[in-house]
Structure formats: C-alpha cells, structure tokens
C-alpha cells in the first residue's frame, strides 16, 4: 500500500515551456509540502453512432490533462539574502505570475520623506549619480526611521543590469533623492552606499524568455524577432545593460525560438537577420513549470504547468501559501522515492506579534495610519489559467496561459467608530485603501504590502463577544484609467532587518 505522507513534491522551472525537465532529483525535491495532489483528466470523445444496439461504443481518448495542488509554509531557507537559496514558495509562486526581484534596501531618517506617499512603481533618481531605481510597496511620509525598497529588475549583479526597472548606474553613498512630483530632495537617506538585501514578488502581465546573440546587437524596445527557421515570433520587451548587449528579454509570441538565424523587424520593415544560440525561459518571471510527485512508489508528472495562489494567516498558525496548477500529463512510472533530499533546517514563524496597518487616499502620513485587531487575513490572486489549444501538438495542447487574474482578499476587524477609522464610508464610495502587514522575525519576517484595494463587501460577525466585520476587498491598479498595472500587491523578504 502507498501511504500519503511519503509523497514529495518535486518542482523544476523548464528552459522551454511545455517541455518537460525531470524534477525527480534531490535538486528540486527539497519541499515541505503539506497535502501534495496530482491528478489527470482524460478529455474523451463519445461515438454517438446510430447502429442495430443501443450499447455505447467504446470512447476515444484526447487530451490528457492534470492538475497538481499543495500548500507551502511561509519560511526562508537562509538566514541571509540569497538568489539561489530562496523562500520555498518563491518558484511556485513565480509560476503563478509573479516576477521575483532584487531589492535595493534604502535607509531613511525620520521626517527624510516628503510630505506625500512614495507609491509602488515611482521611478527615484539619486542626487550626482544619477542611478536610478523602482520603487517596491508603499510608503508614508512623516514616518519614524524606515527603509525603503526599491529595484533595477531580477539581475542586478556584477555590473549587469535587468534592464527594466532602472539604468545602468551603480547607486553611491550620495543620500538625496528625488522623483517626478516631489519636493527636492524628495527624501534624504541615512550614509552608506545602498545595496541588495531582499527580494521582492510582484505581479506581472507576462511570461518573458532569455535570448543570447552570438555577436552584441542593438535592439529596441517593441522590435519583432522572426526565426528563420522555426518560424517562432518574439518581441523585445528589455535586456541587461552589458558591454556586448548579447542578451535580450523577449515576449514570446507564437512558437520557440532555436539556435537559429533571426530577422528584426521595425515598423512593418525586416532589418540585418543574426545568430542566436541560446532561447530559454527567464526563471524569475512567470515560467512554466515541471512538476512531479512521488508517491510512494509511483511518480507523476506534469509538462508546462502554471497556476494560481492564496496566501492566509490564522493566530498562531504559520503564514500558508496555498497552489493549484494546471498542466499537461508527461508520465507515471513506478520507482522508488527521491533519495539523498536535503532540507534546510528552519522553523516556519507562526502569526503573532504581527503588524497590521490600514490607510485610505486621505491619510498622507505614518502616524494616519490605521492598526487594527484581526484574527486572520486572506490573498486569492485568482489568476485565470487556460490552455492553448492546437492541433499541431502532439498533446493537442501548445502551452498554459494565464489569462487575467481578478484578485481579493479579507480581512476580520473589529468593528469602530467611523471617526477611528473610516471603514464604512470607504465602502460606500469604493475608496482606494492601502494595507501592510509584516510577519514574523529575523529571517523569516515577510512584508506583505498591498498597495491598492477597495472594499467589496462588509458583513458582521462575533468573535468572542465582540462584533467584528467580515471585509473583502478587491485588489486592483488604483487608478480608473490604465495608466498603471501589476502593482497591486508585493511581498518583500529581507531577511536582515
């Protein structure tokens, strides 16, 4: 017999989505999952024939579908920042449209900010340097003594730029800042060169891949790739700043790019084609995943799998991330379980001594902040997953998509006065409200920011005596125009402060 709790859940993010890459190795079976599940659904074709019986004829299989869910604790793997041994949910939860990121931790004083909110997604430009970051969460002017986040993208490293989110200058220990809209300096940072101490999840709109160039090109933004020989379509949407310029983000549009010619195209016009040698999913943004479960005995497996998430909190309970992915079935085989797995040792931290704060557009400064007693939280990103169905696939399926996601989330105050805070009328008017939430400590302290949101429903309920409401919210942009997007939420892990 096959008992539940030796299962282990294997993940492995593929070079190529829809191709399968085994995760049946310690390498990628390193995870404390609590109630891993994978299942298949086999789309079958009824003959509805008409014949001298009525007995039904036999179906004929199509698709193979699967779908795999499991639940991850809130907990880091290191007790010090690090790209390569990152929290346990970090994969999973890139897989399920978020975009990890390199943190810039900035200090500031008390006072140092200006007499606005420095907003998620805020472009700061360092005084002399010039170096340039994005902003990462919320933050209130007239705070105590605080630290900032802020990113130039995934790949920060040894003088390379992700060239997204920033230029390619090094910030220095010059420690004015300022940004379109404020009042110069803008902020004033405490001494000390910034550096990278945390990494940062955000939502993002697109999967994105990593094309190399045999020789340095210059490619702007928006210019359309055409292969010569796969005939596969990308656009340009990005690269990392370098000397050569060998390396370029791309949209994938239709196909997969080989080591193969390419030709660009600008405005409807075919420039010089080039070589590239190398065409692979970029791991920090949005990929397709592989993922296997060992089931004591018998492993299955899914190819291109993505997925959603929700995150919630209970007192006293750690912080859980909850997964549930869609794929394409790959195998079952019987073997034994992975062996030679090595687990980092760490304690996940439970809910207590959390900090919650709550303001609405109204409330400017720190000390208008709103924090409230709630016994439990919840996040559904609620992304939507679709296949892409194509004839031409062996699978009958070219890839998983997500297609949109409509998230929400809850919250159970207590109930106050209107004049503590303005739950009610917030709700009436659908008022754009902010909320901060960190849990845990040390190491294992997680910044949950959620930077835009308006209350979709109030209900009443009893904790103990005491009448609380039952909130949902809806996370969105925080604008009706569409000028602004993917920053309705972030999650910052910086495991030094």
Not at 312 to 326: D, V
Request: aromatic share 10%; hydrophobic share 40%.
């Amino acid at each position: 017999m096959a008992l539940t709790r030796l299962q282990q859940l294997c993940l492995r993010a593929e070079a190529v989505e829809g191709t399968f890459l085994s995760p049946f190795t310690s390498t990628y079976a390193n995870y404390l999952a609590i109630d891993p599940s994978l299942t298949f659904d086999v789309e079958t074709y009824e003959r509805s024939v008409a014949r001298e019986s009525f007995t039904p004829l036999a179906p004929l299989a199509g698709a193979v579908l699967g779908s795999a869910s499991f639940s991850l604790e809130a907990t880091s793997r290191s007790a010090t920042y690090s790209t390569t041994n990152t929290p346990s949910f970090d994969l999973p939860l890139v897989a399920c449209g978020f975009q990890r990121l390199e943190l810039f931790r900035i200090q500031i004083a008390a006072g140092a900010l200006a007499t606005s909110p420095l907003l998620h997604g805020t472009v700061i430009t360092q005084g002399t340097s010039l170096a340039t970051l994005t902003v990462v969460g919320n933050y209130y002017a007239d705070t105590p003594t605080q630290y900032i986040w802020a990113t130039k993208g995934p790949g920060y490293a040894a003088g390379t730029l992700a060239g997204l989110y920033g230029n390619a200058t090094a910030p220095t220990s010059v420690t004015t800042w300022t940004w379109t809209g404020s009042a110069s300096p803008g902020l004033t940072a405490s001494a000390g060169t910034p550096a990278i101490t945390a990494l940062g999840w955000v939502p993002t709109s697109t999967s994105l891949y990593l094309m190399t160039c045999s020789a340095g090109q210059t490619l702007a933004n928006g210019t359309v790739l055409v292969g010569a020989t796969s005939g596969a379509i990308g656009v340009v949407v990005g690269y990392p700043v370098s000397a050569s310029r060998t390396d370029y983000y791309i949209r994938r549009v239709q196909g997969t790019f080989s080591a193969e010619n390419v030709t660009p195209y600008v405005a409807g016009s075919a420039g010089t084609a080039f070589a590239i040698t190398a065409f692979a999913q970029l791991a920090t943004h949005s990929p397709a995943l592989s993922i296997g479960v060992s089931k004591d005995g018998v492993l299955e497996s899914l190819a291109g799998a993505r997925g959603t998430v929700s995150i919630s909190g209970n007192i006293g309970e750690p912080i859980l991330f909850a997964f549930n992915f869609s794929g394409v079935k790959n195998a079952v085989t019987d073997s034994g379980s992975v062996s030679g797995v090595s687990f980092i040792d760490r304690t996940p931290p439970v809910l207590l001594g959390a900090t919650m704060n709550v303001g609405d557009v109204g409330i400017t400064s720190f000390s208008g902040q709103k924090s409230f007693c709630a016994s439990a939280f919840s996040l559904d990103v609620a992304n939507d997953i679709q296949y892409r169905r194509c004839l031409t696939a062996a699978t009958g399926i070219d890839g998983i998509y997500i297609n949109g996601r409509t998230p929400t989330g809850t919250i159970d105050p207590e109930q106050s006065p209107e004049v503590d805070f303005d739950w009610m009328a917030n709700f009436f008017s659908t008022g754009n409200l902010r909320m901060d939430l960190v849990a845990g400590s040390g190491a294992d302290k997680f910044r949950f920011k959620i930077n835009n949101m308006a209350i979709g429903s109030v209900g009443q309920g009893d904790r103990n005596g005491i009448i609380i409401r039952d909130i949902g919210f809806n996370l969105h942009s925080g604008s009706t125009s569409s000028v602004s997007g993917d920053n309705e939420m972030c999650i910052i892990w910086d495991p030094s402060v």
